[in-house]
């Protein structure tokens, strides 16, 4: 069975940084390439940044260009994200989502909130 | 950037009723349009992708419809576990856009 396992939120200081880390199973990560969205409490939903199955093309949303950087490790079946200069309206649950036709497979999400 | 504007932004519905969800892109996607559920507290559940393609497991009530701009999600008779928010998305071009949001209520 697919599964996508979120981890590496919890509460920052605004400028502080944090790692997120994805953890897949169940397919052949190396095929797929790959999302996080994020969504911010009680708002809708938010595409981050996509990262192709090798991982040499890489895109980001403007809101986070030049602070965040997703990569990912297929020897270890893993998507990461890492956050830099993080604000408070960076908070919000991460998703990592498996682009399949749509994005087929969601993780359970992972909570980051940029709070002093 | 595309955007995607939904409409409407909520509505109250039976159970049984006929349920119609419009979503416009701001430009052509010709079918690369997708749609979610979403229930709270979960993530997101994919439905409909390239328009009109039913997602393995979802249920046959559930439709979606349209190409270029305008396209519609359609839940034929609408079921208790129905009552969610839902979204569409377009995968035709980066930045990814997803709608706003619908949330279906119980009238």
């Known amino acids: 069975e697919v599964q996508l396992v979120e981890s590496g939120g919890g509460l920052v200081q605004p400028g502080g940084s944090l790692r997120l880390s994805c953890a897949a199973s169940g397919f052949t990560f190396s095929s797929y390439e790959m999302n996080w969205v994020r969504q911010a409490p009680g708002k809708g939903l938010e595409w981050v940044s996509y990262?192709?199955?090798?991982?040499?093309?890489?895109y980001y949303a403007d809101s986070v260009k030049g602070r965040f950087t997703i990569s990912r490790d297929n020897a270890k079946n893993s998507l990461y994200l890492q956050m830099n200069s993080l604000r408070a309206e960076d908070t919000a649950v991460y998703y990592c989502?498996?682009?399949?036709?749509?994005?087929?497979?969601w993780g359970q999400g992972t909570l980051v909130t940029v709070s002093s | 950037d595309i955007q995607m504007t939904q409409s409407p932004s909520s509505l109250s519905a039976s159970v049984g009723d006929r349920v119609t969800i419009t979503c416009r892109a701001s430009?052509?996607?010709?079918?690369?349009l997708n749609w979610y559920q979403q229930k709270p507290g979960k993530a997101p559940k994919l439905l409909i992708y390239?328009?009109?393609s039913l997602q393995s497991g979802v249920p046959s009530r559930f439709s979606g419809s349209g190409s270029g701009t305008d396209f519609t999600l359609t839940i034929s008779s609408l079921q208790p576990e129905d009552f969610a928010t839902y979204y569409c998305q377009q995968s035709y071009s980066m930045p990814r856009t997803f709608g706003q949001g619908t949330k279906v209520e119980i009238k």
């Open positions: 430009q052509s996607i010709s079918n690369y």
């Open positions: 989502t498996r682009a399949g036709s749509g994005y087929d497979w």
């Open positions: 390239a328009a009109s």
């Open positions: 990262i192709s199955s090798s991982g040499g093309n890489i």
